[in-house]
């Protein structure tokens, strides 16, 4: 369906992220925005998961595996468990802090942000709220797939 278009996922979903505002999708466009995020997955990424290593464009090894691939109204990111994650190669994303350490947003935000101690700025998500736009738990890391290398 998109394939042939040649639309770009990562941008496709930032654009629609900022019209709106991620907000849960009407249905019709929902289910076209993951069909285009499922048919531009890498080729090297398995919905079920896999046991590979995920490394930063900057070549920082962030995990040694993730639970599955989820796809939600803005894009398709892989789920990493605590176990996974190497948190020393993981920092705060800098102005970020606010998000945990701060009372008035600690128990209010979707996700803290994190990065890798390492010049990529890659975005890696710890999920602390479900959200209606994808099917996220609480707990879980999540890093889109096109930010990483996977081998």
Do not use: N
């Not at 991620?22 to 993951?34: C, H, I, V, W």
């Not at 008035?104 to 990065?115: A, C, G, L, Q």
């Amino acid at each position: 369906m998109f394939l042939d278009e040649k639309i770009d996922p990562v941008a496709y979903a930032e654009e629609l992220a900022k019209k709106r505002k991620y907000s849960k999708l009407p249905k019709d466009l929902s289910m076209s925005s993951r069909m285009l995020y499922l048919e531009s997955l890498p080729q090297e990424v398995k919905m079920e998961g896999d046991r590979v290593g995920l490394y930063t464009k900057s070549g920082t090894k962030v995990a040694t595996g993730y639970s599955r691939t989820v796809i939600g109204d803005y894009g398709s990111f892989l789920e990493i468990s605590k176990q996974d994650m190497i948190r020393e190669s993981l920092c705060c994303k800098d102005g970020e802090q606010y998000r945990f350490k701060d009372p008035k947003y600690k128990d209010s935000v979707k996700y803290y942000w994190y990065t890798a101690k390492d010049d990529s700025d890659i975005k890696i998500y710890f999920q602390q709220h479900g959200v209606s736009y994808a099917d996220y738990q609480p707990g879980m890391f999540y890093i889109s797939p096109y930010e990483l290398i996977i081998k």
